[in-house]
Antibody, heavy 117, light 111 residues
Framework: EVQVVETGGGLVQPGGSLRLSCVAS????????MSWVRQAPGKGLDWVSI???????YYADSVKGRSTISRDNSKNTLYLQLNSLSVEDTAVYYC????????????WGQGTVVTVS | QSALTQPGSVSGSPGQSITISCTGT?????????VSWYQQHPGKAPKLMIY???KRPSGVSNRFSASKSGNTASLTISGLQAEDEADYYC???????????FGPGTRLTVV
C-alpha cells in the first residue's frame, strides 16, 4: 500500500526544536516530490517546504533559515527539522508526496501535531 | 496571507451545482498548467480531487470538474451531495519561489 506516516510532533517550548519524520511505503521518497504542509488550528493549508527528486529544496518565507527538509533514501524517510519555534508554528504538520502525478500531491499522511507553548 | 484568492464560503442545495474560483497571477495560476484542488473534511487529511487544471485522479467522482481562464481557475461540483460538504483548497505551482502555494480555502455547505 502506498502511504506515508508522520511522527515526531509534540509539545515544545518557544525557542525549542523538533524533528518531524515521514516514513513512506509503497514508493521511494527519492523518486518523487515530497513536501511538508501545515495547518494551524482553525486555519487553512500552508505550504512549508519541498524537496524535489533532484534534491533541490525550497522553503516558505515563514520557516526559511530555521528549518531544513531532508531525506534518508536508505530508510525511505522524509524529515523536517524545525528550529527557533514560536507559537505561530503550532499546527498539524502533514507530509505529502507527488507520487502518481508530477505537480500535485496525491499521498498525504494523517499529520503530526506540533504545539509550541 | 495566501498568494491565491478564493471565496470564503459557498453553499448549495442537494442536486445543485456550485463553482469555486481561485485567482492568482501570471507567475502561478496563469503561467502554468499545474493547478490542483484538494478536499478536506474536518479532522481529516486533504484529498487530491483535481490535478493539472482539469484532470481527475482515478476514483474521484465525475461530478467534479475544473477549468482555467487567464489567472483564474475554477472548480465545479455538480449534483451536490451531503458528502461534498467540506473545505476546498486550490493550489498552484509558482515560478516565483519554484514551489507551490495554496489558496485560503473555501468552505462548502450543502444546505
Amino acid at each position: 500500500e502506498v502511504q506515508v506516516v508522520e511522527t515526531g510532533g509534540g509539545l515544545v517550548q518557544p525557542g525549542g526544536s523538533l524533528r518531524l519524520s515521514c516514513v513512506a511505503s509503497g514508493f521511494a521518497v527519492s523518486d518523487n516530490f515530497m513536501s511538508w504542509v501545515r495547518q494551524a488550528p482553525g486555519k487553512g493549508l500552508d505550504w512549508v517546504s519541498i524537496i524535489y527528486n533532484s534534491g533541490n529544496t525550497y522553503y516558505a518565507d515563514s520557516v526559511k533559515g530555521r528549518s531544513t527538509i531532508s531525506r534518508d533514501n536508505s530508510k525511505n524517510t522524509l524529515y523536517l527539522q524545525l528550529n527557533s519555534l514560536s507559537v505561530e508554528d503550532t499546527a498539524v504538520y502533514y507530509c505529502a508526496g507527488a507520487v502518481g502525478f508530477t505537480n500535485a500531491f496525491d499521498i498525504w499522511g494523517q499529520g503530526t501535531v506540533v504545539t509550541v507553548s | 496571507q495566501s498568494a491565491l484568492t478564493q471565496p470564503g464560503s459557498v453553499s448549495g442545495s442537494p442536486g445543485q451545482s456550485i463553482t469555486i474560483s481561485c485567482t492568482g497571477t501570471s507567475s502561478d495560476v496563469g503561467g502554468h498548467n499545474y493547478v490542483s484542488w484538494y478536499q478536506q473534511h474536518p479532522g481529516k487529511a486533504p484529498k487530491l480531487m483535481i490535478y493539472d487544471v482539469t484532470k481527475r485522479p482515478s476514483g474521484v467522482s465525475n461530478r467534479f470538474s475544473a477549468s482555467k481562464s487567464g489567472n483564474t481557475a475554477s472548480l465545479t461540483i455538480s449534483g451536490l451531495q451531503a458528502e461534498d460538504e467540506a473545505d476546498y483548497y486550490c493550489s498552484s505551482y509558482t515560478s516565483t519561489t519554484i514551489s507551490y502555494v495554496f489558496g485560503p480555502g473555501t468552505r462548502l455547505t450543502v444546505v
